[in-house]
C-alpha cells in the first residue's frame, strides 16, 4: 500500500489517519512494468499451481519433501502447458527448515537446487540467534 503512495515522483509527503510521510522516497522504484513480479506460494494442484501458471512470475513451494516438489512442480508444468506458458518463465522456490545443522540445511537446499529449484528460502528455529548465521551462509554460499 505505502509503496503506491509513493508515486511516481521523487519524493511524496502523505498525512493520513495511521500513518505520516515526510518527504517519503522510494529508490531504487520496484519494478512496474508491466507490473510488480507476482509471487505465488502454495501447492494446491488445482488453483493455486494454476493461477500461477497463468500470472506468477515466482512460485514457492511450502515445506515439504522433495518427491512433493517434483510432483507440484510437475503439474505445475501441465498448468503452464495447458496455458501455454513455458515454464521457464517462472522462478521456482523451495522452503527449507534449518533444524541446527548447517551442512545438512546445505545439502537439503541442493538437492531442491538440482530438481529445479531457483531459490530456497530457510526458516530458522526460534529464538533466533545470529550465530548460527555465518556457519549457515558458508554452507549455503557452496551450493551455488
Not at 494446491?44 to 515439504?64: C, P, S, V
Not at 496455458?83 to 527448515?97: F, M, T
Not at 533444524?99 to 546445505?106: F, H, I, L, Q, R
Request: proline share 8%.
Amino acid at each position: 500500500m505505502l509503496i503506491g503512495l509513493l508515486g511516481p515522483q521523487p519524493t511524496t509527503t502523505f498525512n493520513g489517519r495511521y500513518y505520516r510521510l515526510d518527504g517519503a522516497r522510494c529508490d531504487p522504484r520496484p519494478v512496474q512494468q508491466p507490473h510488480p513480479p507476482l509471487c505465488i506460494g502454495g501447492n494446491g494442484e488445482k488453483r493455486t499451481l494454476l493461477t500461477a501458471a497463468k500470472f506468477a512470475q515466482h512460485w514457492n513451494f511450502d515445506i515439504g519433501t522433495l518427491d512433493q516438489f517434483r510432483r507440484t512442480r510437475d503439474v505445475l508444468y501441465q498448468h503452464c502447458s495447458s496455458v501455454g506458458r513455458d515454464p521457464g518463465e517462472i522462478r521456482l522456490s523451495a522452503q527449507v527448515r534449518f533444524t541446527g545443522d548447517a551442512a545438512a540445511t546445505a545439502a537439503t537446499a541442493a538437492t531442491f537446487a538440482a530438481e529445479g529449484a531457483d531459490l530456497a528460502i530457510v526458516y530458522l528455529p526460534v529464538p533466533y540467534t545470529a550465530h548460527v548465521l555465518e556457519p549457515l551462509a558458508k554452507e549455503l554460499a557452496q551450493v551455488r
